[in-house]
């Protein structure tokens, strides 16, 4: 019998994934993510060393494989942190770590600023963004300010970038910049410091990243329709694609053209 004051050894299985279609987004939900799983267990191994009966211990490579169930893909009856032996303590880890090697996506992003120093804060901007993976950025463009709401003319520009990061993650990048430039959310369509939307998100073996959740629809739901992201992106990649609208330079050909003529470019980024 084990001696109840014995200190118990400790197994620790790390970095186990799992892949599915588990997520606080929709698109998380319908596509599928990997999920990290970690285990730590005390366990009295003394009895089975002194019989050499592994019926006594852990069975550390079965338990492998049936933790990712409970991680990622809900509990299965008969399912769980349950080895051989009876562990004093088994502890799993559940918080939402990021995998390992997380899956590289390219985003393109639409930068706005008509605020304080716009140029300054799009270049500002634009260098944090050479810590994600930018891969090219437009030239600025001055563009007369779209909605409702009365404001000065905004600077424009547009980013692709390619990084391990989901469309979440690409999302909670665009809210860093924002909140970096002071950026506020008083008035919907109002002026702003800064304002950075995810415009496209795609995987790395090409496939578009869909969306219709309305924390983070994709592709923009307006961007087919808006010359000052249009524009930019064209004159950076005269091939690009809006998934489900078509070829931008068709988008930009069939705006109004006054709406074109009014994206104005303002001046070299060096």
């Known amino acids: 019998m084990a001696d109840p004051g014995a200190q118990p050894d ?6 186990l994934t799992a892949f599915a279609h588990h997520g606080v987004y929709a698109f998380e939900r319908r596509q599928g993510q990997t999920f990290r799983c970690d285990a730590v267990l005390d366990v009295d191994t003394r009895p089975a060393a002194a019989t050499d009966d592994l019926q006594l211990t852990v069975n550390y490579a079965e338990l492998a494989q049936r933790l990712p169930v409970l ?27 990021r ?25 500002a901007a ?15 463009y001055e563009t007369p300010p779209w909605g409702p709401v ?15 990061r989901d469309a979440a993650g690409w999302l909670a990048r665009a809210h860093e910049l ?10 919907r369509w ?25 924390t983070l629809a994709l592709p923009h739901p307006r961007a087919h329709e808006r010359a000052f992201v249009l524009v930019p992106w064209l004159a950076l990649d005269p091939g690009a694609e809006v998934p489900g609208r078509g070829r931008v330079a068709d988008l930009v050909a069939d705006l109004p053209a006054d709406d074109v003529a009014a994206v104005v470019r303002w001046e070299h980024l060096r």
Do not use: C, F
Not at 126 to 140: H, I, Q
């Open 190 to 214: 109002g002026a702003r410091t800064l304002d950075v939307d995810v415009v496209t998100v795609t995987a790395d073996d090409g496939t578009a990243v869909l969306s219709d959740d309305p």
């Open 71 to 97: 991680r990622a893909g809900g509990r299965r009856r008969g399912d769980g942190a349950q080895a051989r032996g009876r562990p004093r303590r088994a502890l799993l880890r559940r918080g939402r770590d």
């Open 99 to 123: 995998p390992p090697h997380p899956r590289m996506t390219r985003a393109v992003l639409s930068l706005g600023a008509n605020l304080g120093d716009r140029a300054g804060t799009l270049r």
């Open 10 to 15: 400790r197994i620790a299985i790390r970095g």
């Open 178 to 187: 924002e909140q970096a430039a002071g950026r506020t959310r008083e008035v």
């Open 150 to 164: 009365a404001q000065p003319p905004y600077l424009n520009a547009v980013a692709v970038v390619d990084g391990p």
């Open 126 to 140: 634009l260098a944090a963004l050479t810590g994600d993976g930018l891969v090219a950025r437009s030239t600025l």
